[in-house]
């Protein structure tokens, strides 16, 4: 099979892409034919070094990838052959990655794919929006509360505000004014401009301020605007190394790093089967490609997500 590979941390002359021997899979696991796999930040960073483990090189990059069931190891019955799924690894607990022709995952890091969903579509949601939706749930936020969502043109920020806006939470998202339409399309209520009034803008929109607050764009002085929003007593939850700012007002700051959750996963992927949540495509790119495609996401700026293809 061909894979994306690294056989030394370092910049994108590491990559390549190589011939490895297919995987099998074993008890409680599935071997996934890839179709498409998702490209996060946090490939880039596994790439230059930020990896907890100990590495065993060849290493295939990727944390999300979309296809259909190959093959089921043994004590695997939700599961069958040729069904569509998407797939979730977090590198960093696994020592898995899914930027391969053949992937072999956790039966617990697979649910099916819904609806009409594609393979590139469902290849977009696994890291991302799991990340949204547990940072969601550490805000402990709820219909009827208002929730600033910092960062949210991009892609965690995307799907926490089409989360929140399900969950029947007010919005006031903070983006560039070129990106205004787009997240009032996902379900915000109010747009401020991401500039330096943006807090000022939030607390007039909401009376004392929102009741919690998201940060998934931005640093550390956007982590701060964004607790100047926020009302006394509130929380806030940051997903962006560096950006939480120290707590005051007693308002809780929290940082939140994805964990696998099959669970969630299952919900997510029904979520975006029935239309609730929308699969947003920047590019899609081979494999062969897949180190300038790292590049471009640590450059930022993207709207939508780099999809690589076998």
Do not use: C
């Not at 009741?211 to 701060?224: H, W």
């Not at 997510?268 to 929308?278: D, F, Q, S």
């Amino acid at each position: 099979m061909r894979a994306v590979v690294i056989d030394r941390f370092g910049g994108p002359e590491v990559v390549r892409v190589a011939e490895l021997p297919d995987p099998r899979p074993g008890p409680g696991q599935v071997l996934v034919r890839v179709g498409a796999a998702g490209v996060n930040p946090v490939d880039a960073a596994t790439r230059g070094g930020l990896f907890p483990g100990q590495p065993s090189f060849p290493m295939v990059l990727g944390w999300d990838a979309a296809g259909a069931v190959a093959e089921v190891g043994p004590g695997v019955e939700e599961f069958a052959p040729g069904q569509p799924v998407v797939a979730h690894a977090n590198q960093f607990e696994t020592g898995v990655g899914l930027a391969a022709e053949l992937a072999v995952v956790d039966a617990d890091g697979i649910a099916a794919r819904a609806g009409t969903t594609t393979a590139v579509e469902g290849a977009t949601l696994p890291t991302t929006a799991m990340t949204a939706l547990q940072a969601l749930d550490a805000l402990e936020i709820e219909g009827g509360r208002s929730l600033l969502v910092v960062g949210a043109a991009g892609q965690v920020g995307g799907f926490a505000v089409q989360l929140a806006a399900y969950r029947g939470v007010e919005v006031v998202a903070v983006a560039a004014p070129a990106d205004a339409d787009e997240v009032l399309r996902l379900g915000a209520a109010q747009v401020v401009d991401r500039g330096p009034t943006g807090a000022a803008e939030a607390r007039a929109l909401v009376r004392g301020g929102v009741d919690a607050a998201l940060v998934a764009g931005g640093d550390a002085e956007a982590g701060a605007a964004a607790l100047a929003a926020v009302r006394d007593g509130g929380r806030l939850a940051s997903v962006v190394p560096g950006s939480a700012p120290p707590a005051a007002r007693g308002v809780t700051v929290l940082e939140v790093r994805v964990q696998r959750d099959g669970r969630q996963l299952r919900e997510l992927a029904g979520l975006m089967g029935e239309g609730i949540l929308t699969a947003r495509v920047a590019a899609t790119l081979p494999f062969d490609r897949a180190a300038e495609a790292y590049d471009r996401v640590v450059a930022g700026g993207l709207r939508g997500k780099l999809v690589l293809v076998p």
